[in-house]
């Protein structure tokens, strides 16, 4: 725990010998310290109170102010500027002071405020040096590129995240990293969002050095002597600070950015590329239009939701928080899902042992976590340790050492029930046995078994390393601390929790399932697979509900609507005859190079490119019935509320995360409305439109 009050932090550093300057303070603000050693270098660190990360709020920024103030009456030759904090320097501007606002022109007149600080900062006559270590994010890194000099440790982390929320760096960043480091670099730096390690920071100029903890002060001094060699400017700046050589660099940026997003969904990095376009080379000119462009991109419904979309990410994480004393998970099942869980759970330093009854298919799991952590962790010893901590495990006897027991065997009630009776016996008494199963509901899987209220349902998604959200199924003998845990479990493994209640198909695959089925009878009644797919594409899905269904596999998808129609009143429509002969020929989808779409040897599918622009009723057509059943989840309970099912939707199925998430859309788009199309599409295509009752609710609140 880290404690809040500032004396406890300073001696909670002190034996780690992380310097902050002389110990004495010249002056303690709430959330900075100025002190001024016998070398006369001032140091100004930044401790934000009662936060455990440094974030810049407009209290911090004016404390800022009010620090250099006093720094002019000190007599001070250089000045420092650190963090208290251990996780990092600065994490970025403090967004919660960015949600909810409307007014362009206020945030216009806070931004001018915030820059003239930062200004001050930039012209002090002395020289300036930020110490980073761990992250320094957006305006953490435009505090830090305001200074003379940068020194990293060697844990920094550098990067301007803001094009994630719809905005760009916009408290100078955007002229002063591409008049420091090659323009190019600069701008991808901040179009991608991508941040950059402290050796790669040094390679590109953005900070000068990059030290171990102990010469941090030596350093200093000499960057403070002028004594500090500085590798800056390149010939790339010359050449981009004409016009032309601009205009055709924009191009390729925007070309890019075309192929990443489109403008009318994120008009963020197009707007960058023309403020850079535009006013390239000159600061003053860059700094008005940055400070226009940021104020109008932070009200616009892009950035607004997508901010809602991190506050989602935390709600779900704070309630993945604390210790789950898991530290062994045991893995029943190398198929697809159990090799990729295990694979993720080592790679998140967790001990793993994966059993399977064919040893050829832990072998198989094995392999592609190595090519896994090959691509996805930093240095040969993560992955060293990653694949020491995968443990084949032939005999099963990882079953009683387990914290953590999870079964990714077939869907099938019979064997998983079989397992059960076999390993039940050897659990740990206070481990967890955890299913992955997507479709047997959990009260037929506990009956039977010796402590019921120690199962729960981890109902992972595929593919496990880019879905980020498990859901987390109850059921009626479910205990709470085993529930609790389970959660705390995902935010062990860096997962996002959702707490759904067990009924068919939990909340995730129900909803996709009203979404899938709907384009199936499209495609029935004759309509290209292209234009469906463009019409969700162009609602802002990653990809249309024809290219998923092949994605999740035929097979496995149809499953799941024969499941659900089984046990669910939902008006699910019937599968097409074809679609059913297509699994039965092995048609099943990517996997199998041929489903709905045929597939190159790459995987992707060949697609008719020129289609013509669907209508409104299609994109409702496939879209209200899952926003329907989503009303419908709420109403039943399965989903404690509208956030939580935002949060699921998006991180499981990645749902237009610039819309806010199915319920927020709804919401904006106004629950009369949906329900009056609904009412249309009902009376056009049939009774599986009509509106659940649900909607009434939603009306009445605000
Ligand atoms: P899979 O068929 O790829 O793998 C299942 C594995 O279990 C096979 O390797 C098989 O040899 C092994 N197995 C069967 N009986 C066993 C036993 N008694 N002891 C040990 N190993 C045994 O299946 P997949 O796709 O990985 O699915 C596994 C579970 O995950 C199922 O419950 C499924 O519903 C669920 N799931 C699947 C998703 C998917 O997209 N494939 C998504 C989310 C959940």
Known sequence: MMPTDNAAVWEMLAPRNIEFGPGSALKEFTHWRLS???????????????????????????????????????????????SAKEGGFIAGADIRDFKDVSEVREVEKRLRWA?????????????????????????????ALACKYRIALSDAKLGFPEIRLGLHPGLGGTFRLTALIDPIEAMTMMLTGKTVHAKKAKAIGLVDAVVEERHVESAVRAAVAGKMKTDRGSWKSGVLGLAPA????????????????????????????????????????????EITSFSELLVSDTAQNLMRVFFLREKLKDSAKGASAIRHVHVIGAGAMGGDIAAWCAARGLRVTLADLDHETIAKAIGRAAEFYDKKLHSSIERRDALDRLMPDFEGTGVAKADLVIEAVVEKTDVKRKLFDEIAPKIKEDAILATNTSSIPLEVLREGLAFPDRLVGLHFFNPVAKMELVEVVAHDKAGQATLDRA?????????????????????????????????????????????IDRAAEDFGMPMGPIALADRIGLDIGLDVVRMLKDKLDDPIPDIPAWLEAKVQNGETGRKAGKGLYVYDNRGKPKKTSDVPAPGQEMTDRLLLPMLNTCVRCLREGIVEDEETLDGAMIFATGFAPFRGGPMHYARSRGAADIVGTLKHLQQRHGSRFAPDEGWEALGEEP
């Open 36 to 82: 001024k050693g016998p070398d006369d270098i001032a140091w100004l660190v930044l401790d934000r109170a009662n936060e455990s990360a440094n974030t810049l709020s407009e209290a911090v920024i004016a404390e800022l102010d009010a620090a250099l103030a006093e720094m002019e009456g000190i007599g001070a030759k250089g000045l420092v500027i650190r």
């Open 115 to 143: 820059h003239g600080i930062i200004d001050r900062l930039a012209a002090l006559a002395i020289p300036t040096v930020a110490v980073i270590h761990g992250y320094c994010y957006g305006g953490g890194l435009e505090v």
């Open 246 to 289: 601009r205009q055709l660099a924009a191009r390729r940026f925007r070309a890019e950015a075309e192929r990443r997003a489109p403008k009318q969904h994120y008009p963020a990095p197009y707007r960058l590329i023309d403020l850079w376009k535009e006013h390239g080379g000159d600061a003053r000119a860059m700094q008005r239009a």
């Open 487 to 531: 959660l705390r479990f995902c935010g062990t493994i860096d997962r996002l929790p959702a707490a759904v209640k067990s009924a068919p198909g939990f909340l995730v695959n129900r909803c996709l399932t009203a979404y899938l089925t709907e384009a199936f009878v499209m495609v029935d009644e004759g309509t290209s697979k292209e234009i």
